[in-house]
């Protein structure tokens, strides 16, 4: 494998190679082998079809770059390096994995300018990448007329051995199939090692097949080490497949060029070592030391900063064209590329008396839904197979299928994880669309990684959760959550809310749609059963997190804290505590996570530490309540599954009734 002397390709590789060597060997920590093997097709992809400026990272009409396998995240912060992007240093690289750099141990979008995505759990990526090209798609049906292109690149994505075994891949690559999203394209490195060793202990399919069965084109470049003309061949050939994603399955040795280590588990997470770090040296030609740059390698891969500013430049003039001819499509679009929410927008949020009719809070949100689709275009999303019990569907807007990708219905089908991880790639891209995804609550756990990376990648996207207690009913403990809004509430940077009524409901989505736009993410927790309007409720007091839905005169003996559908029962239980003289306040507290950001005295004002008899009432579990009832305080609360039973009978056996609200706020009250 040695040579005298380097091609300009070769010094390129090789620079993509030992700068991922060198940089883990310093930190002592990271995964040299995917780097080394899958440098070529990487630089070939970024050299010859990668459309992107390196100086305007989020310049709109980018190709997108996602690496999938991101424990190789040395491979991507290279190719920032080399290619001119100023978020990535050389000093960035050789600060790699350390405090406070932007070259963090997997990409991070909201550290490192130029990473598109978060990726760290394996096959993430891919179907984040799905999402990109979902918004892709359906900005350009949106946008784009016979005479202009305004919205036309691709979303390119490496993925591995272990994201080809992972869930939440097949259920996205299943979905771009049947969308037939062409402007997908993956690259598969097939490098048969994982942690465990040869991938043949646990992953023997056939993966070509399967991707064909998806509904891909799938090509094979045999040798992913060399055959850079095999390599640029395949990628053109599924640039030129329009109707159907792309899968190039690109046989490469992992490690490539370490004489020991390559092609063994050994290379896939450590780092090679000094002795052979220089083996390696020798064994590629590379006469070059630790973080040294060939200047030839670095002339040619920094003519991307040349093309990146053409790209761009001919984008703009295509823009301004486009706005002379149809200045009422330009400002929308300036408008969703602003992230700036229309003028009044939230004017058409309802809000309710306690006159009006009881219904479900999912009721209320499908009222919100509609009602805000007709003001909002950039709204688009859908729901897991439940569309008609999560109430998601916006009428008259159209299913998003292919071939109609103007739509904004999107039919995720029964694929949980997968729709989680399409929301958080339609969200960064950055383009202003608000998506929304929608399940049962208790199925938040087969996507609670997609909705933990939305809350950590700063992903605007909303989960719209239906059936949220034991008041769902028949369909039994499997179906009913207990400690689930708990083990959401403690995810950081997720704004979680359980609203009790109808303008409770419209608070919820007042703060939602606004956190989208800020590019953060929110849960809402629905009822299946009917729930009263109450007096009092207010969007304000949703966007505090929580406030005194009823007060008493004077300071209160007790402070009765209630959620969702248990709101009214709170209520109730002071109407009759208070005709037997007691001092009663009633606080509604719909989002613990809002109510924590408030200032101190605000929070003092609505529970004052003054007050220590306390009781919250939610169908869930304890857990976490403790921190606003305090230690002379209790809760009506379940820390069992459920049953199956009508949800009313549920709700009466586990003690969610105003006699036993009242009877525990009687024995506090002593």
Sequence with gaps: MAVATQ???????????????????????????????????????????????????????????????????????????????????????????????????????????????????????????????????????????PDAKLVDHYTYVIVGDGCNMEGVSGEAASFAGHLGLGKLIALYDDNHISIDGSTDVAFTEDVSKRFEAYGWHVLHVEDGNTDLAAIEKAIAAAKAVTDKPTLIKVTTTIGYGSPNKQNTAGI?????????????????????????????????????????????????????????????????????????????????????????????????????????????????????????????????????????YQNRNIHFGVREHGMGAICNGIALHNSGLIPYGATFLIFTDYMRAAIRLAALSQAGSIWVMTHDSIGQGEDGPTHQPIETLASLRAIPDLTVIRPADGTETSGAYKVAIEKASQNASTLLAFSRQNVPNLTGTSIEGVTKGGYILVDSQGTPDIILIGTGSELSLAVTAAEKLTAEGKKVRVVSLPSTTLFDKQDAAYRESVLPKAVTKRLSVEAASSYGWHKYVGTEGDTVSIDTFGASAPGGTCLEKFGFTVENVLAKAKALLG
């Design 7 to 145: 091609s300009l390709e070769e010094l390129c590789i090789n620079s993509i190679r030992f700068l991922a060597v060198d940089a883990i060997e310093k930190s002592k920590s990271g995964h040299p082998g995917l780097p080394m093997g899958a440098a070529p097709m990487a630089f070939v992809l970024w050299d010859k079809f990668m459309r992107f400026n390196p100086k305007n990272p989020q310049w709109f009409n980018r190709d997108r770059f996602v690496l999938s396998a991101g424990h190789g995240c040395m491979l991507q912060y290279a190719l920032l390096y080399l290619t001119g992007y100023d978020s990535v240093t050389i000093d960035d690289i050789k600060q790699f994995r350390q405090w406070g750099s932007k070259t963090p141990g997997h990409p991070e979008n909201f550290e490192t300018p130029g990473v598109e995505v978060t990726t760290g759990p394996l096959g993430q990526g891919i179907a984040n990448a799905v999402g990109l090209a979902i918004a892709e798609a359906h900005l350009a049906a949106k946008f784009n007329k």
């Design 268 to 404: 896939h997470g450590a780092a090679l070592g000094p002795d052979e770090t220089a083996l390696t040296r020798q064994n590629l030609g590379w006469q070059h030391g630790p973080f040294e740059v060939p200047q030839d390698a670095l002339n040619h891969t920094r003519k991307a900063v040349e093309r990146g500013a053409g790209y761009e430049s001919d984008w703009n003039k295509t823009f301004a064209d486009y706005k002379a001819k149809y200045p009422q499509e330009a400002a929308e679009f300036e408008r969703l590329l602003s992230s700036k929410l229309p003028d009044g927008w939230d004017k058409v949020l309802p809000t309710y008396t306690a006159e009006d009719k009881a219904l479900p809070t999912r009721k209320h949100s499908e009222t919100c839904l509609n009602k805000l689709a007709q003001v909002l275009p950039e709204l688009i999303g859908g729901s897991a197979d439940l569309t008609h019990s999560n109430l998601t569907e916006i009428k008259g807007f159209g299913d998003f299928q292919k071939g109609q």
